[in-house]
């Protein structure tokens, strides 16, 4: 299934930038950036139970905020991209 994952993470302090660098590299982990705070990421929903705790573990629910949208195994036609940064595809060739 694809989820879309969004996060703020409130970086006035030395933790809070500590924080968004450890949320964005779990997302790294799992996905793909397509914005700054934005990832698409491909998970079965095992792995999606450990990342979203991975995740609400890490965060500060006081300062943070963390959306996962759930697309489903049909998102083929949920996500349109207009504009720069071209998109990709999940289901493509992974090059590393």
Not at 21 to 50: D, T, W, Y
Request: charged content about 30%; proline content about 3%; glycine content about 6%.
């Amino acid at each position: 299934m694809l989820v879309l994952i969004t996060y703020d993470v409130n970086t006035e302090t030395k933790e809070g930038r500590k924080r968004l660098r450890h949320i964005a590299k779990i997302c790294v982990n799992h996905g793909q950036r397509v914005q700054k705070s934005v990832f698409e990421c491909k998970v079965e929903p095992a792995m999606l139970v450990k990342l979203r705790a991975s995740l609400i573990a890490e965060m500060n629910p006081e300062t943070d905020s963390l959306r996962i949208y759930h697309l489903g195994k049909d998102w083929h036609g949920k996500i349109e991209h207009i504009g720069a940064n071209e998109s990709y595809d999940p289901d493509g060739l992974l090059i590393l």
